[in-house]
Structures are given as C-alpha cells and as structure tokens.
C-alpha cells in the first residue's frame, strides 16, 4: 500500500519513523512519502519536505510564519493529490495537520491520525471537526480514550512509542570517554528543537548549571541544527554539545534541565531527576494562560495527575530558581528519592513497548476493511 506521512517536529520525527518500521513490517509492500526528518529518511520512502522548515510553536511565532506555513500547506496538498495514497497518517502538529486533513477527507483519501492533538488542553470542541475529518484516531495517553468517548468518539489507545525507542536504544559504548566526560557528573541540557525555544532557554539553562562548578554540564544538541549555533549562548563558557545520542547523555546525567515537550517524558522513563522549564513570547505565553485548562504542562505531571517535576514557566525560569530546584535533585537529596520513587509509578501506568507495532496492526486491519 502507499502510506502518506506527515510529521512537523522532531518528536513527530521520532514516532513517524517507529510507525514506518513497523508498517513494513504489517505490509513488505509498503511504499512511503512524507514530511518528516531525518529519522523517517533513514527508513526509506520520499521525503517531501524536512521538519527544519516547518517547527513554529506559540501564536505570535506562528502569525509571524504564516506566509512559509501556507507554502508548506499548498506543496502538501498538491503532493497528496499527485500520490494519491491509500491512507493520509497524520503525526500530531495538529494546526496544520488537521487542514490536510479536510483537503484529504474532500478528495476520498483516509485519514489516520496517530498521537491525538491536545484537544484536551483547550477549545475542547475541535473534537467536533476532528469527527469529521478523521476515520481512525490513535491515542498514546490513556486518559484520551475516556475524554475522547466523552464527546461520543472512539479511538484506539496503543500505548506510547516512547517506550518502544527506549526499548529499541542501543547505547553508545565509551560514551564518557568519545565525548571527554570522565571524572565529572553530568547535567544533561535538554534545551528543545525550535530556534525560539533555544534561545530564551538554553542561556538560562546554562546559567544554572554553572553554578554547580563539581558537574559538567552537556547540551543535547538538535538534529536540525549544528554545533556552531549553540555556540552564540554559551558566552565565556566550553559546553559539549551532542548530536544523535540524547538518551546515552541522559544515562550518564545525574540530573537534567529540561524544556516542556516530549523529552519530559523521556527523561523520566529513563529514570533522571529533571526540571521542567518553559519561556516563550510573553504575548504567546499570556493567550496560552487564557485558554489552556490544564494544571499542568509537563507530560510527566499531566499523566500522574500531580506535581512529579517541578516546572518553572517564563518569569520563573530563570538562573537562580533553576539551581535551586536542581541543588534538591542532586546525589541523595529525600526530593531526588521521591522523584525516582514515583517514576516507577509512572512507568506502570505507560505500560509495555509495543505501541508503534500495535499501531500498524490496527492500521492494517481497519485498511483491509
């Protein structure tokens, strides 16, 4: 079959390239195009267009991307009609995948959407247009099965493909000593994958680590981006960046800073003490405090339903409040004990690897149909 992909992060990178592996797995004569990065090229297939030009979060990043953003909408619907696939698999970036989406749906073409949207975040009636526009909806958080069937929709949750690249990790040997990190422990600078995210946070992040003279502080650098760019926030300081080896870097942290999104989870389920940090546009970050309902914005302490990880938000992310949370996380610290301890909570409640294979399982059988 031909499979349609559309990934607009590098999260969506990650999940979208598990989700292919697995899809040719279900089906050997699967043929793929796609948006997407560098780990759903590594998996064969057309790649269309690359995340690098496509990431814009928060309102006024998205305003000022608009005339990009309508390209990069025109160049997927006229590649989408030219393919024709036998299914349209959309990968969360909901803004503009839902409008591919009603384009698909006016041209007869399926539309599977794998890692929900939000949509329980804020303007919980986009589930409406969802129904519409979406035949097959697979979940990763298990409390969107109750809140979807809520709206009278029934979704499949398979679980989450974090644990399937945690489980698939391979890791680097000799990373301590490939990477000149012997002798010091590490504090892993998760500083996220947009241009804006890195900038208002990364200075921030090392701030706050330099104030740990014992630790040797490490950036996770991106793979849309080079070492020379996260050189313009270091100032007078010599910080390691790493490309392509997160999870090595996070097994060898004894804590980690790291910026909201996705990686929250990971650092968790790999078992590292971490901060949550997040600073964007002030007028982005005051619309999203009118409209989002949810206590929290760590996937970590939205899945608990409680604070697990503290998180420091724009005016609260800063240097000083960022070392002070990490100064409780460090060697035997009773906060580092309580955080470890309830990760393990956390990773019962995610379950088992296998989501990415479930996932093509259904998508196999809903398509035989």
């Not at 949207?117 to 990763?140: G, H, S």
């Not at 960046?241 to 990686?263: I, K």
């Not at 409040?321 to 955080?339: D, G, H, Q, V």
């Amino acid at each position: 079959m031909k499979y349609y992909l559309i990934a607009g992060e590098a999260s969506g990178d990650l999940h979208g390239a598990n989700l292919m592996a697995a899809l040719k797995k279900e089906d050997p004569g699967a043929s793929f195009r796609y948006f997407g990065g560098d780990k759903m090229k590594a998996e064969g297939g057309e790649l269309v267009l690359h995340i690098s030009g496509m990431a814009f979060m928060g309102f006024v990043e998205v305003i000022t991307n608009l005339n990009t953003i309508a390209k990069n909408l025109k160049l997927a619907k006229k590649d989408l009609l030219a393919y024709q696939p036998d299914v349209l698999i959309l990968v969360d970036f909901p803004g503009f995948n839902l409008q591919v989406a009603g384009f698909a749906k006016a041209h007869k073409i399926p539309v599977f959407y794998y890692i929900s949207p939000k949509v329980w975040a804020w303007n919980q009636k986009r589930v409406l247009r969802i129904k519409r526009l979406v035949d097959r909806m697979f979940c990763i958080l298990p409390f969107e099965v109750d809140f979807y069937r809520k709206w009278g929709m029934e979704v499949d949750y398979i679980g989450n493909p974090l644990l399937d690249a945690i489980a698939s990790h391979v890791p680097q040997q000799n990373f301590r000593e490939e990477n000149k990190l012997e002798g010091h422990p590490v504090i892993a600078l998760l500083p996220g994958s947009r241009k804006q995210e890195i900038s208002r946070i990364l200075p921030d992040m090392i701030g706050a680590a330099r104030q740990f003279p014992g630790y040797r502080p490490v950036i996770a650098g991106a793979p849309n981006f080079n070492r020379e760019y996260y050189l313009q926030y270091m100032g007078d300081a010599s910080i390691p960046v790493v490309f392509d080896h997160t999870y090595d870097l996070l097994s060898h942290a004894e804590c980690a800073l790291v910026t909201s999104g996705t990686a929250t989870l990971e650092t968790a389920l790999l078992k590292v003490p971490q901060v949550v940090v997040y600073k964007g546009n002030s007028l982005t970050i005051g619309i999203a405090r009118f409209l989002i309902r949810t206590r929290f914005i760590s996937l970590v302490n939205l899945i608990m339903d409680r604070e697990v990880v503290k998180e420091l938000i724009q005016g609260d992310c800063n240097p000083s409040a960022i070392a002070a949370e990490m100064k409780k996380l460090l060697k035997n610290e009773p906060s580092r004990i309580k955080m470890l301890a309830e990760y393990k909570e956390l990773a019962n409640l995610m379950g088992k690897p296998g989501a990415s294979a479930h996932a093509a399982t259904l998508m196999a059988q809903y398509l035989a149909k």
